[in-house]
Protein backbone atom coordinates (compact mmCIF):
# COMPACT_ATOMS: atom_id res chain seq x y z
CA UNK A 1 0.00 0.00 0.00
CA UNK A 2 1.42 2.94 -0.70
CA UNK A 3 2.32 6.60 1.37
CA UNK A 4 -0.91 8.28 0.10
CA UNK A 5 -3.28 5.17 1.06
CA UNK A 6 -1.97 4.56 4.15
CA UNK A 7 -2.96 8.27 4.91
CA UNK A 8 -6.44 7.92 3.45
CA UNK A 9 -6.67 4.32 5.32
CA UNK A 10 -5.42 5.83 8.77
CA UNK A 11 -7.78 9.00 8.37
CA UNK A 12 -10.50 6.64 7.85
CA UNK A 13 -9.58 4.54 10.91
CA UNK A 14 -9.78 7.96 13.18
CA UNK A 15 -12.94 9.01 12.28
CA UNK A 16 -14.48 5.97 12.68
CA UNK A 17 -13.10 5.73 16.24
CA UNK A 18 -14.32 9.45 16.60
CA UNK A 19 -17.86 7.85 15.44
CA UNK A 20 -17.68 5.47 18.30
CA UNK A 21 -16.70 7.62 20.91
CA UNK A 22 -19.15 10.42 20.19
CA UNK A 23 -21.87 7.53 20.12
CA UNK A 24 -21.03 6.11 23.36
CA UNK A 25 -20.82 9.81 25.21
CA UNK A 26 -24.04 10.76 22.98
CA UNK A 27 -25.66 7.54 25.09
CA UNK A 28 -24.20 8.22 28.13
CA UNK A 29 -25.84 9.96 31.25
CA UNK A 30 -24.42 12.46 33.95
CA UNK A 31 -25.64 10.07 36.93
CA UNK A 32 -22.78 11.72 39.03
CA UNK A 33 -24.94 12.90 41.66
CA UNK A 34 -27.27 9.30 41.48
CA UNK A 35 -26.81 6.99 44.35
CA UNK A 36 -26.91 3.90 42.25
CA UNK A 37 -26.94 1.69 45.79
CA UNK A 38 -30.72 2.62 46.08
CA UNK A 39 -33.96 2.02 44.96
CA UNK A 40 -34.62 5.55 42.52
CA UNK A 41 -37.94 6.36 41.98
CA UNK A 42 -39.13 8.43 39.05
CA UNK A 43 -38.34 12.86 39.05
CA UNK A 44 -38.07 15.11 36.42
CA UNK A 45 -34.20 14.20 35.96
CA UNK A 46 -34.29 9.63 37.01
CA UNK A 47 -36.45 7.47 35.29
CA UNK A 48 -38.08 5.03 37.78
CA UNK A 49 -35.89 1.75 38.64
CA UNK A 50 -37.89 -1.73 37.77
CA UNK A 51 -38.80 -2.87 41.57
CA UNK A 52 -40.20 -6.61 42.48
CA UNK A 53 -40.87 -6.50 46.19
CA UNK A 54 -40.63 -4.33 49.35
CA UNK A 55 -39.32 -1.03 47.87
CA UNK A 56 -39.02 0.37 51.27
CA UNK A 57 -36.93 -2.25 51.82
CA UNK A 58 -33.25 -1.05 52.98
CA UNK A 59 -32.04 -4.53 51.53
CA UNK A 60 -31.24 -3.64 48.32
CA UNK A 61 -30.79 -6.52 45.53
CA UNK A 62 -29.68 -5.37 41.96
CA UNK A 63 -29.24 -7.07 39.12
CA UNK A 64 -27.29 -5.22 36.17
CA UNK A 65 -28.88 -8.14 32.90
CA UNK A 66 -28.67 -8.49 29.46
CA UNK A 67 -31.68 -9.98 27.95
CA UNK A 68 -29.51 -11.55 25.47
CA UNK A 69 -26.66 -12.56 27.47
CA UNK A 70 -26.54 -16.16 28.07
CA UNK A 71 -25.04 -16.08 31.85
CA UNK A 72 -28.53 -14.08 32.09
CA UNK A 73 -31.09 -16.78 31.11
CA UNK A 74 -28.78 -18.86 33.20
CA UNK A 75 -28.90 -16.91 36.42
CA UNK A 76 -32.89 -16.18 35.69
CA UNK A 77 -34.60 -18.70 37.11
CA UNK A 78 -32.62 -18.95 40.35
CA UNK A 79 -33.09 -14.85 40.33
CA UNK A 80 -37.24 -15.35 40.08
CA UNK A 81 -37.16 -18.32 43.07
CA UNK A 82 -35.08 -15.73 45.30
CA UNK A 83 -36.59 -12.35 44.46
CA UNK A 84 -40.28 -14.64 45.02
CA UNK A 85 -39.11 -16.24 48.18
CA UNK A 86 -37.47 -12.44 49.39
CA UNK A 87 -40.26 -10.53 48.08
CA UNK A 88 -41.57 -9.18 51.69
CA UNK A 89 -38.63 -8.10 53.17
CA UNK A 90 -36.18 -6.75 50.41
CA UNK A 91 -36.28 -4.73 47.07
CA UNK A 92 -34.88 -6.64 44.06
CA UNK A 93 -33.98 -3.95 40.60
CA UNK A 94 -33.42 -4.91 37.26
CA UNK A 95 -31.14 -2.34 35.35
CA UNK A 96 -30.68 -2.71 31.67
CA UNK A 97 -27.00 -3.34 30.66
CA UNK A 98 -27.08 -4.05 27.46
CA UNK A 99 -23.77 -5.54 25.82
CA UNK A 100 -24.14 -4.50 22.32
CA UNK A 101 -20.88 -5.11 20.71
CA UNK A 102 -21.84 -8.62 20.96
CA UNK A 103 -25.61 -8.70 21.72
CA UNK A 104 -27.22 -6.79 18.66
CA UNK A 105 -30.60 -7.57 19.63
CA UNK A 106 -30.35 -6.56 23.71
CA UNK A 107 -31.69 -3.23 23.28
CA UNK A 108 -34.47 -4.09 21.08
CA UNK A 109 -35.42 -6.88 23.85
CA UNK A 110 -34.84 -4.39 26.95
CA UNK A 111 -37.17 -1.60 25.25
CA UNK A 112 -39.78 -4.68 24.83
CA UNK A 113 -39.75 -5.55 28.50
CA UNK A 114 -40.00 -1.64 29.04
CA UNK A 115 -42.85 -1.09 26.60
CA UNK A 116 -44.32 -3.94 28.51
CA UNK A 117 -43.63 -2.33 31.66
CA UNK A 118 -45.47 1.42 30.12
CA UNK A 119 -48.81 -1.42 30.69
CA UNK A 120 -48.03 -3.21 33.84
CA UNK A 121 -46.17 -6.52 32.63
CA UNK A 122 -41.98 -5.10 33.01
CA UNK A 123 -41.41 -8.46 35.04
CA UNK A 124 -43.74 -11.02 32.93
CA UNK A 125 -42.25 -9.71 29.53
CA UNK A 126 -38.54 -9.89 31.41
CA UNK A 127 -38.85 -14.06 32.14
CA UNK A 128 -40.76 -14.44 28.61
CA UNK A 129 -37.60 -12.74 27.08
CA UNK A 130 -35.15 -15.06 29.12
CA UNK A 131 -37.25 -18.18 28.57
CA UNK A 132 -37.22 -17.66 25.23
CA UNK A 133 -33.82 -16.12 24.70
CA UNK A 134 -33.02 -18.50 21.56
CA UNK A 135 -36.04 -18.03 19.65
CA UNK A 136 -35.23 -14.24 18.70
CA UNK A 137 -31.43 -13.89 20.12
CA UNK A 138 -29.96 -14.82 16.92
CA UNK A 139 -32.91 -13.27 14.46
CA UNK A 140 -32.82 -10.35 11.67
CA UNK A 141 -34.72 -7.05 13.20
CA UNK A 142 -38.32 -8.11 11.61
CA UNK A 143 -38.04 -11.61 12.94
CA UNK A 144 -37.02 -9.82 16.28
CA UNK A 145 -39.84 -7.56 16.16
CA UNK A 146 -42.08 -9.96 15.29
CA UNK A 147 -41.43 -12.36 18.16
CA UNK A 148 -41.67 -9.25 20.67
CA UNK A 149 -45.10 -8.03 19.53
CA UNK A 150 -46.27 -11.81 19.81
CA UNK A 151 -45.25 -11.97 23.40
CA UNK A 152 -46.69 -8.56 23.99
CA UNK A 153 -50.02 -10.58 22.86
CA UNK A 154 -49.41 -13.06 24.71
CA UNK A 155 -49.30 -11.03 27.55
CA UNK A 156 -52.48 -8.83 26.64
CA UNK A 157 -51.45 -6.06 25.72
CA UNK A 158 -52.42 -3.44 23.56
CA UNK A 159 -49.63 -4.40 20.93
CA UNK A 160 -50.24 -1.27 18.91
CA UNK A 161 -49.34 0.83 21.75
CA UNK A 162 -46.51 -1.41 22.62
CA UNK A 163 -44.92 -0.61 19.04
CA UNK A 164 -45.51 2.37 19.50
CA UNK A 165 -43.54 2.65 22.97
CA UNK A 166 -40.64 0.87 21.80
CA UNK A 167 -39.43 3.53 19.85
CA UNK A 168 -40.03 6.75 21.96
CA UNK A 169 -36.53 8.80 23.78
CA UNK A 170 -38.31 8.19 26.84
CA UNK A 171 -37.66 4.35 27.12
CA UNK A 172 -34.02 4.57 25.34
CA UNK A 173 -33.05 7.30 28.00
CA UNK A 174 -34.39 4.59 30.52
CA UNK A 175 -32.11 2.15 29.40
CA UNK A 176 -28.86 4.31 29.02
CA UNK A 177 -29.86 5.64 32.57
CA UNK A 178 -29.20 2.10 33.79
CA UNK A 179 -26.46 1.63 31.83
CA UNK A 180 -24.67 4.73 32.72
CA UNK A 181 -25.05 3.96 36.66
CA UNK A 182 -23.26 0.45 36.11
CA UNK A 183 -20.83 2.08 34.29
CA UNK A 184 -20.29 3.88 37.40
CA UNK A 185 -20.74 1.32 39.67
CA UNK A 186 -17.81 -0.63 37.50
CA UNK A 187 -20.16 -3.22 35.77
CA UNK A 188 -18.17 -4.77 32.89
CA UNK A 189 -20.30 -7.72 31.96
CA UNK A 190 -23.35 -9.39 33.09
CA UNK A 191 -25.28 -10.38 34.61
CA UNK A 192 -23.44 -8.03 37.58
CA UNK A 193 -25.30 -8.90 41.29
CA UNK A 194 -24.83 -5.36 43.84
CA UNK A 195 -26.16 -6.09 47.13
CA UNK A 196 -26.77 -2.41 49.07
CA UNK A 197 -24.00 -0.86 46.63
CA UNK A 198 -21.73 -3.66 46.65
CA UNK A 199 -20.84 -6.05 44.54
CA UNK A 200 -21.38 -10.01 45.26
CA UNK A 201 -18.43 -11.64 45.82
CA UNK A 202 -17.48 -14.14 43.30
CA UNK A 203 -18.53 -17.22 44.83
CA UNK A 204 -21.80 -16.11 45.16
CA UNK A 205 -22.41 -14.71 41.76
CA UNK A 206 -21.01 -18.10 40.27
CA UNK A 207 -23.47 -19.89 42.24
CA UNK A 208 -26.28 -18.40 40.48
CA UNK A 209 -25.68 -18.56 37.13
CA UNK A 210 -24.84 -22.64 38.25
CA UNK A 211 -28.54 -22.89 39.40
CA UNK A 212 -27.88 -22.47 42.96
CA UNK A 213 -28.69 -19.51 45.54
CA UNK A 214 -27.17 -20.99 49.12
CA UNK A 215 -24.55 -18.52 49.38
CA UNK A 216 -26.84 -15.07 48.20
CA UNK A 217 -29.32 -16.68 50.56
CA UNK A 218 -26.86 -16.75 53.40
CA UNK A 219 -25.81 -12.91 52.14
CA UNK A 220 -29.97 -11.98 51.93
CA UNK A 221 -30.67 -13.34 55.76
CA UNK A 222 -27.43 -11.28 57.17
CA UNK A 223 -28.43 -8.36 55.89
CA UNK A 224 -32.47 -8.31 56.79
CA UNK A 225 -31.32 -9.37 60.79
CA UNK A 226 -29.37 -6.19 60.59
Known amino acids: ?20 VFLNQSESVDVEEVDGAKVITKTDTTPADN ?17 QCPGCKSAASTVS ?17 PLTSIHPNAIAAASSAEAAGNQGKFWEMHDLLYENQEAWSQADAQ ?8 YADQLGLDVEQFKADIVTDTISQKIN ?46 KIKQ
Not at 204 to 211: L, P, V, Y
Open 51 to 67: VYGNAESDVVLIEYGDF
Open 1 to 20: MDRTRWIIFIVACVAILGGL
Open 81 to 97: QVKEDYKDDIAFVFRHF
Open 177 to 222: FDRSLGGKMGVTGTPAFFLNGEELPGDAASEITSGKSDKLRELLDE
Open 143 to 150: QRDSVFEL
